[in-house]
């Protein structure tokens, strides 16, 4: 008998998307474990490279760039011109889509992408990978905020990190009796 072959898939995480979408913009805000993603990522879907997309550097934030890396992530930036830093937000979807699409034209060896954000913005990426064959799940960091446009998708292509299942498996585990993470 033959073993099947396990699937090797990438992640493009939207990194403002998934912040926005689980501590800032949720009506009940929670913290995702970065570290406790990854391996999700990695048990649920078979990720083997997940990369992590911010808008620009900030001196302020190194805590959270060395947990993000520690967490098992490829960090990338979005690169600005220096004077327009601090003056626009840090869009990362062009870059998201242009990291795909290198990807797939220099053929590396990869199955399917996981892409976790709730932009609309990536739903010509995503028809493309789904006609393609190389499409595996969207993830929505929040439900409220997922675009309209995946709704025609179906269920078989999108999920929502805030789903108990998924949510438990991923958040900041608060103690009891403590005030902190």
Known sequence: MSEQKEKKNYAFVDGQNLFMGTAKRAVDPWTISLAR???YLEQKYNVVNAYYFLGFVQETNQELYEEIQKAGFVLIFREHNPAMIGKKKGNVDTD???HIMKKMYKKEEFDNII???GDGDYK???DFLI???RFEKILFPYKKFASSLYKKLGSKY?????NGDIKN???VKKEKGSLGN
């Not at 999108?158 to 805030?162: A, S, T």
């Open 115 to 117: 892409l976790v954000s």
């Open 158 to 162: 999108f999920d929502y990190l805030e």
């Open 37 to 39: 993603f990854r391996v």
């Open 131 to 133: 006609e393609e064959n």
């Open 96 to 98: 998201i889509i242009f």
């Open 124 to 126: 010509l990426v995503v």
């Open 169 to 171: 498996k991923i958040e």
